[in-house]
Nanobody, 124 residues
Framework: QVQLVESGGGLMQAGGSLRLSCAAS????????MGWFRQAPGKEREFVAV????????YYADSVKGRFTISRDNAKNTVYLQMNSLNAEDTAVYYC?????????????????WGQGTQVTVSS
């Protein structure tokens, strides 16, 4: 089992940048595929980005491709989400998640563990 704690959220003006962190404790995070999801008010949780166990493969939602970068430091048991060129549509609670599955990378149902979330608010 792994526990996940997100940090780094906050209030940012449109066009700005934020870096979210997800610290894992318990079982080594390198055993898990790691993803970021987000949920805006009144909307369903949506996939943002995923990174493979080794960090060698990444995949992004079209809405963030070219603006967001997911990375991981397995020595520190930490996953990051660098968010650039933020806009108001990026406002949401961002969740870090860990998965033992090898498929369905964009599906929240394939993630076993979740953090509590961190709020990102972008003002236009």
């Amino acid at each position: 089992q792994v526990q996940l704690v997100e940090s780094g959220g906050g209030l940012m003006q449109a066009g700005g940048s934020l870096r979210l962190s997800c610290a894992a404790s318990g079982r080594t995070s390198s055993n898990y595929r790691m993803g970021w999801f987000r949920q805006a008010p009144g909307k369903e949780r949506e996939f943002v980005a995923v990174i493979s166990r080794s960090g060698g493969n990444t995949y992004y939602a079209d809405s963030v491709k070219g603006r967001f970068t997911i990375s991981r430091d397995n020595a520190k048991n930490t996953v990051y989400l660098q968010m650039n060129s933020l806009n108001a549509e990026d406002t949401a609670v961002y969740y870090c998640a860990a998965s033992t599955y090898n498929s369905g990378v964009t599906l929240s149902s394939t993630y076993n563990y979740w953090g509590q979330g961190t709020q990102v608010t972008v003002s236009s």
